[in-house]
């Protein structure tokens, strides 16, 4: 399974928000894992944090499962980003914290469908996302 994050910014000032420069060091951060076995396998995991917005917010609290494409074999989880955290210092905690309920969420899904997902092993690559020894340089 390869994992894969992305933002729905529903403002452009968001791109300043403490929030999305930590999600985008982590997905940098996971981006280091692309040669690694598990990114090569399938089923895949998108994971998209959905932003509160000046006029616009998610319609829910949490994370939810929004799809799943036979086709590409990829699950589409969406997860809100609540407001204080947009500006908080603990946004890349919450990110990896999301990250870890998405796999959690998308093993319960794949175990329902009977298809093979490497919980343990997804677990593992992202708890390295958030520790000292694996910090991007930027």
């Known amino acids: 399974m390869a994992i894969f994050i992305g933002a729905y910014m529903p403002d ?3 791109d300043e928000s403490l929030f999305c420069k930590a999600l985008t060091k982590v997905a940098m951060d996971l981006a280091q894992f692309r040669k690694h076995p598990l990114q090569h396998s399938k089923p ?3 994971l998209y944090f959905l932003m509160p917005g000046n006029e616009e917010n998610p319609d ?3 994370m939810r499962l929004h799809s799943y494409d036979t086709a590409s074999n990829t699950l589409k989880i969406e997860s809100s980003v609540p407001r204080k955290m947009l500006q908080s210092l603990h946004a890349e905690d919450y990110v990896v ?4 309920d998405a796999v959690d969420g998308a093993s319960d899904f794949f175990e329902m469908q009977s298809i093979g997902f490497e919980r343990d092993g997804y677990m593992n690559l992202v708890d390295t996302l958030n520790t000292p020894e694996n910090v991007s340089i930027h």
Not at 97 to 100: E, F, K
């Open 97 to 100: 914290a999301a990250l870890q």
């Open 60 to 62: 829910f609290q949490g």
């Open 44 to 46: 895949n995991l998108d």
């Open 12 to 14: 452009k000032q968001l």
